[in-house]
């Protein structure tokens, strides 16, 4: 298949308008900050409460005042999340402005976006451009960019980096990380809590969970376990021939974490996590909510996760090592176009190994470094009935290597902080077709190996104009690396080469801070974004008219973009959270492939929201003179619709998602000690929006959103 890329600059002219709009926006945030902290406090009597200070170990420097962190980064508490109805992690970081985690059909995983920045599918389409770790476990692919749907009960809290964060965290953290951190085992008390709920799917049928945590400490001060369980049956609330409700999903999780302080100095931690999730069917359906699929289309997915970390002080600074082994399989069956079942499973397993020092001493200087070795190896197989009889089953394997580090000076009384890190990355990829594909008799099994590296800077420049006030400027880049095209494309279309590592350049200027005594909290950020050699995917025709996906390099995006959150307590018990993450990315010049426009110059890149929205708040109140409380909260989220394009024997396709609208309620009465009790309801609404930008197949069934969730949760803390 010929493809020809154009490639052209950027019009100089639109790029000093561009540059002129981040100085504004960057004015903007500047002026607005200082007056802000200018502003007089409330008079006197008014009592409104105050914010919880909150930390976060996102830099890898310790815990950190969030509010003193030169990043853009929103925390979800775990305590929080416990008290609310929702379920997952996806759920749950669906309310982060910016930010798009959606479930995909095939995969039992979702699709992480950051400022409209995401790989082009989910599976085999390129890595995730998004890190995510289950603590220290980093959850990565070769070539695909699902991402597990942890449960979110009995979490620490969850770190939501936006932008590049390639020095410290490497690849496929090309605009973002997300980090889902679990409580470590207390060391000294012993703790029991859990938490049970019923509910109702409009359309559907009944829903249950349970979940369960358990702190034991085994040698007081310096050895405890912490256990956690849960069980979640969500009904499904669609059909097809087979079956009624036939999207019913089941998920299972179990957890463990031992921690171990044997000296003042040495901390060591080993856990475990399992997890174990059914599906009926994907959650498609036509505007009927009917799936005319010809054949059943069961999926499942587990994985287990082991991780072993330790950390030891020294007098100058800090030795600290993490050993993490990720063991993931999912599988199961897809109408192909009512012409015969497509079967699909994959596995994946990776090592990873990291080793850090991290200086202690007072004093102007501070620093980090550290190095990391990561083995992944993911193998597909895939059948198509009497299409392809011979079946596709090939291993991608990923060896890289890197070593990293960061060097920050204090300066002005230490009201100036200035800091500089550097990655420098490399990977060895090799695709191997483990039996012989169709079509290619007394043909040696097809084997490629491909290179690739990278050296990704990072440039901050911190003010501390006031106490609670923190302005900065910011230069980083990410990356994510390359791989081989697999033996089917090599068949359809030889001349395709490998698939090069695409890079962001982002820069940045931001303010974050609290006024009058912490009732107010603000964080906002202005960027633009530099994406170079995008991945993106073509369809190629392989025998028997089956099409196969290729991954190729584009030319650039880029574009403005903002974030902004304001959290206020104008009263006692009274919480208000609102943000808005906006971005203008769009594709730099034409994109052809074959003759056919795949992107125009101003088109979005695929899968690439525009605008999401969160607004929030929380009322808690007492009940009388009972010492019960009740607590009224509502939230709501929007993001704009994605799109996607691809060339599909010869001819452009494009499909797009709804705007999406989600809404929670709940009302929660807690006991003056143990118990809680809370009516909820989700997707109050009852939107039946299409989540995916799948083009719709013969089955005209697309990813729905859930209707109206209506239930009761009762939570019990020893």
Known sequence: MNMIFRRTQINTQCGAAVVALVVALALSVFTSARALAEVPAPAAGEAP????????????????????????????????????????????????????????????????????VTAGGPLFYGS????????????????????????????????????????????????????????????????????????????????????????????????????????????????????????????????????????????????????????????????????????????????????????????????????????????????????????????????????GLHSTLDGPWSWSTGAMYRHSQDQLV?????????????????ASAAVFGEVSRRLLDDRLELTGGVRVFHDEVTNQENVQGQGKPNVPLYHRDSTFNSTTPRLVATWFPANDLTVYASYSQGFRSGFAQNANVFVAAPGIPAVRPDKLSNYEVGAKGSLWEHVVYFDAAVYYMDWKDIQQTLLVQLPNNVQTSAVVNGKAAS??????????????????????????????????????????????????????????????????STGYKAALSATGTYHT????????????????????????????????????????????TNRFDITDTTPASATLATVRQRPRVVGLQFEYHY
């Open 128 to 355: 995730s451009t998004v890190g995510y770790y289950l603590d220290d476990v980093p959850f990565a692919f070769v070539k695909s960019a699902i991402a597990p749907d942890a449960d979110a009960y009995d979490l620490q809290r969850v770190e939501v980096l936006r932008g590049p964060q390639g020095t410290l965290y490497g690849a496929s953290a090309l605009n973002g990380v997300i980090r889902v951190l679990t409580n470590d085992a207390n060391l000294n008390s012993f703790d029991f809590k859990g938490r049970a709920s019923t509910s109702n799917t409009e359309g559907g049928a009944e829903n249950y969970r349970g979940d369960m945590a358990v702190n034991i400490p085994i040698v007081p001060g310096q050895l405890a376990a912490r256990a956690v369980v849960d069980y979640n049956r969500m009904s499904g609330w669609l059909n097809n021939k087979f079956a009624a409700d036939t999207n019913t999903a089941e998920n299972a999780n179990v957890r463990l974490k031992l921690n171990a302080q044997p000296t003042q100095d040495l901390n060591v931690k080993l856990s475990y996590w399992h997890s174990s999730s059914h599906y009926g069917a994907p959650s498609v359906s036509d505007d009927n909510g009917f799936n005319a699929t010809t054949v059943p289309e069961p999926y499942n997915v587990k994985y287990d996760t082991v991780g072993l970390s330790a950390s030891y002080v020294f007098p100058m600074f800090i030795l600290t090592g993490a050993t993490s082994y990720v063991d993931y399989a999912g599988k199961g069956n897809l109408d192909y176009a009512h012409l015969a079942p497509l079967y699909t499973a994959l596995f994946t397993k990776t090592l990873a190994q990291e080793l």
């Open 559 to 624: 574009g403005v973009g903002f974030d902004y959150g304001l959290t206020v307590r104008p009263a006692a018990g009274l919480s208000i959270r609102g943000s808005v993450g906006w971005n203008d990315l769009s594709l730099d010049s034409d994109v052809l492939s074959g003759g056919v426009v795949l992107f125009h110059k101003g088109d979005r890149p695929n899968e690439s929201a525009r605008t999401t929205t969160s607004l929030s708040a929380q009322y808690e109140f007492g009940i009388g």
């Open 641 to 684: 619709e994605l799109a996607s394009r691809t060339i599909s024997a010869g001819h452009l396709v494009t499909a797009s998602s709804d705007d999406i609208f989600d809404s929670q309620l709940e009302l929660a009465v807690k006991s003056p000690e143990h118990w809680t009790t809370t009516l909820f309801a989700s997707n109050v």
């Open 382 to 398: 895939q059948t198509l009935g009497t299409l392809l009889p011979a079946p596709i089953n090939w291993t991608d394997k990923s």
């Open 49 to 116: 409460a105050v914010l919880d200070e909150v930390t976060v170990t996102a830099q890898r420097r310790g815990a950190e005042a969030l509010a003193k962190v030169p990043v853009s980064i929103e925390v979800l508490g775990g305590q929080s999340l416990d008290h609310g109805n929702l379920g997952s992690v996806t759920e749950a970081i669906n309310q982060v402005s910016g930010v798009t985690m959606l479930d995909q059909k095939q995969s039992g995983g979702a699709q992480i976006s950051v400022r409209g």
